[in-house]
């Protein structure tokens, strides 16, 4: 029943494309032919990775691959009559397929303007003009479907590429994926990937893409300076405020507690450590070369049911008569002015737009640096309207996707749980949609890192989960209480300000001697030398 099916959905896909004419299509490549005559691939020494025509894993589907791991990669193709974008909806989508997964390398494409911006496809790299890049790219903590268009300042002349903010993050897995971008003329961008929403955002909005496309009206006067007498100091000590009589500077921060008493048992002719019974000299320890040889130290077996051993001292207890240094208590300033900013001066640069003035598509080119192999590029289209490319969609992708995702259930099948890997996958899944919350773009890299490590290993348990899942927690009740401590540690804020200072400083101080203390050389053995 499955086999038939998926034999009725291709059935149905086909038929849909034999009623999608040529002419919806304004540039399409479904790489069912060899590419070599028709794409030029970059005659530059530094991209010295081979491309091929080749199957996808599974299909009969021939697509564009990157065959070679750690190399640079670059092929671009003409459109023929370059595409305007302007006053009309515009799609741009492909597929690609990350075989061997992907743990650093881009997937993406670059849509080129014409070459009189200063380009030739034999010579195409990373430096040839582009107006729009959109596509998967992941490393390291970088994972993002990229959209990035450049747009050139009318008031400078100078080309600025504007990055969409809080993009989507590239699935984790290894099937066919198709990612569309809609241009629409209302200035709306639309990111689907396999067809669904992920992003939606405004060119004309500084929320939306970074640095923004229409400049601030104003700016700070580069040329205004902080006048001398201006106070920022919100709360300044009081000056008729004196220390009291019974404020006691010198006090220390603990006393020697003289109501403790030495626990019954207490050892005090038993050192803590004594000499390993167990331990011999080595045959070829040499006392004149490598001195007097003596047994390692290890812990006393009779301290172990004690209390304690060696010298009883008593232990130190907080002062209750300690005050710290005292400092006069804080007031309003009354000169106080607030903290200063310059003032705001007309912005040279600004300009007002209606739309983005995007440069026209000449080319599509294809141009990354990758560490896997394995990624296969298929279908690429730019189309009218999102209809046209929903029905390439249907009949180009999901058909195939169907089958992967069939195979990937049966395997689940074969090696483990179907639950748990199922489970795993929804809880990375919520996951990357947690790390694509604007109001943790904060702690996304932290977020991305943990993701990475927990995909990394295959027999992930339901208890790793869970500890990635109280990462989260963690963040997310930080950003709420702002890591503040609990309310009642507040008491100690009636103390001075010097007081935590001190004590600090007291502790550094006993610290330091601790280490002093431990730092001393011990009897030396052979194997220390």
């Not at 220390?243 to 010198?250: F, G, L, S």
């Not at 603990?254 to 109501?259: A, F, G």
């Not at 050192?271 to 047994?295: H, M, S, V, Y």
Request: hydrophobic share 35%; proline share 8%; with cysteine.
């Amino acid at each position: 029943m499955r086999i038939l099916a998926v034999f009725l959905l291709i059935c149905i896909s086909s038929f849909q494309l034999l009623h999608a004419s040529d002419d919806d299509a304004i540039f399409y490549e479904s790489f069912d032919e060899t590419f070599e005559d028709r794409w030029i691939v970059s005659q530059k020494e530094e991209y010295n990775g081979v491309w091929k025509h080749a199957k996808s894993e599974g299909h009969d589907d021939y697509g564009l691959l990157v065959s070679e791991k750690a190399r640079k990669y670059a092929i671009v193709k003409e459109v023929g009559e370059p595409v305007i974008l302007k006053d009309e909806s515009v799609v741009l989508q492909f597929e690609t397929r990350l075989q061997d997964g992907l743990e650093c390398g881009g997937a993406y494409l670059k849509y080129l303007r014409p070459q009189e911006a200063g380009w030739k496809p034999k010579e195409f790299d990373n430096e040839s003009p582009y107006s729009i890049m959109f596509g998967p790219d992941k490393c390291g903590a970088t994972n993002k479907v990229h959209f990035i268009f450049k747009h050139k300042n009318p008031k400078t002349g100078e080309y600025v590429e504007h990055h969409l903010k809080f993009p989507p993050s590239v699935p984790a897995d290894k099937l066919s994926h198709v990612y569309t971008a809609i241009l629409k003329p209302d200035n709306e961008l639309q990111i689907l990937i396999d067809g669904e929403e992920k992003k939606k955002a405004n060119f004309l909005s500084s929320e939306d893409f970074e640095p923004a496309l229409i400049p601030t009206k104003t700016i700070p006067d580069p040329e205004d300076k902080k006048p001398e007498d201006w106070d920022e100091r919100a709360k300044i000590p009081d000056p008729t405020a004196t220390k009291p009589e019974d404020w006691d500077e010198d006090a220390p921060l603990e006393i020697v507690d003289e109501e403790a008493e030495k626990p019954e048992g207490w050892l005090d002719d038993e050192p803590e450590e004594i000499d390993d019974p167990d331990a011999t000299k080595p045959e070829d320890w040499d006392d004149e070369e490598d001195g007097e040889w003596e047994a390692p130290k290890v812990d006393n077996p009779k301290c172990e049911a004690a209390p304690g051993c060696g010298e009883w001292k008593r232990p130190t207890k907080k002062n209750p008569a300690y005050k710290g240094k005292w400092h006069a208590p804080l007031i309003d300033n009354p000169n106080y002015k607030g903290i200063w900013k310059p003032q705001e001066i007309p912005n040279p640069d600004y300009f007002e737009l209606e739309k983005p003035n995007f440069e026209p598509i000449a080319a599509i080119g294809i141009e990354i640096w990758t560490m896997q192999d394995g990624i296969l590029f298929d279908n690429i289209l730019i189309a009218k309207d999102d209809k046209i490319a929903s029905s390439y969609r249907e009949t180009t992708w999901k058909p195939k996707f169907t089958i992967e995702k069939e195979k990937q259930k049966e395997e689940e099948l074969e090696t483990g749980p179907a639950d748990l890997a199922g489970f795993q996958k929804k809880v990375f899944d919520i996951l990357y949609q947690i790390a694509d919350i604007p109001f943790l773009s904060a702690y996304k890299l932290k977020i991305l890192d943990v993701i990475e490590k927990g995909e990394k290993q295959p027999n992930l348990t339901i208890g790793i989960l869970v500890a990635i899942v109280v990462v989260f927690l963690s963040i997310f009740l930080r950003i709420i209480f702002g890591g503040k401590k609990p309310a009642r540690v507040e008491k100690t804020k009636k103390e001075p300000a010097e007081t935590s200072t001190n004590q600090e400083g007291e502790k550094n101080e006993e610290n330091k001697e601790k280490e002093e203390t431990s730092g001393a050389p011990r009897r030396r053995t052979r194997q220390e030398n």
